[in-house]
């Protein structure tokens, strides 16, 4: 029985055209997976910064030749902002609205989280920059009540609940990933399998027709 240890194109026997064309395609889709995994390794080292993998840089800014994510990059200063203003004595609403404000603040953000996460809703810039812009108001404002008085549920509260439902979210989406990246590998090893048994075959019945 013909047993192959691997398959590269020097290696392969003549093959019909459609099973060569075959052959080709499995061999041109797995180096570009592995061109795929050599460029997450390299990405994992700014991962810090983007965020993201590669396949979701549409999601970064370029600042300096480097990927920065798009919503960090508004949540932090807009926060910190909100939070120096609040320090200095300057209120961009009443402070009897800072529950109000700092709850619903996060709403839309979390609603387009989710709906990406849950629903495939396609990727906007110019939407996530401004649900991020609005939570941020919120988060600025909670980061002013946590300095003062430790523990403050108007800053732990909206990061228990609405963090909660982001990182639910978030691990339902990578779940589901993994899924479909497994059953896609599965069936692409399959195909492999079967177009490596057919060359085996062919050259098994090659040789058995050859005169001794």
């Known amino acids: ?18 099973a060569e064309a075959r052959m080709q395609a499995l061999l041109a889709d ?43 990059l508004v949540l932090y200063p807009v926060a910190l902002a909100v939070l120096f203003l609040s320090a200095s004595g300057f209120h961009l609403w009443p402070e009897s609205l800072d529950v109000w404000v700092i709850w619903l603040s996060c709403l839309p953000a979390t609603a387009d989280f989710m709906a990406e996460k849950l629903f495939d809703t396609p990727y906007n810039p110019r939407r996530q920059v401004l649900v991020t812009a609005m939570v941020a108001l919120g988060v600025g404002r909670g980061l002013h009540y946590e300095i003062q008085d430790r523990w403050s549920w108007l800053f732990w509260g909206p990061v228990l609940v609405f963090g909660g439902l982001w990182f639910a979210a978030a691990v339902f989406r990578a779940q589901r990933s993994m899924f479909a990246a497994a059953l896609e590998a599965s069936r692409a090893s399959g195909d492999f399998a079967e177009a490596s048994d057919h060359a085996s075959e062919e050259t098994l019945d090659k040789e058995a027709g050859a005169p001794g």
């Open 1 to 18: 029985m013909c047993r192959w240890d691997y398959v590269t194109t020097d290696a392969l026997p003549e093959l019909p055209p459609e």
């Open 30 to 72: 797995q180096r570009a997976r592995r061109a795929t995994e050599d460029s997450a390794i390299r990405a994992r080292k700014q991962l810090w910064l983007t965020h993201h993998w590669p396949n979701e840089y549409e999601r970064c800014v370029t600042v300096g030749g480097r990927h920065v994510c798009r919503r960090c």
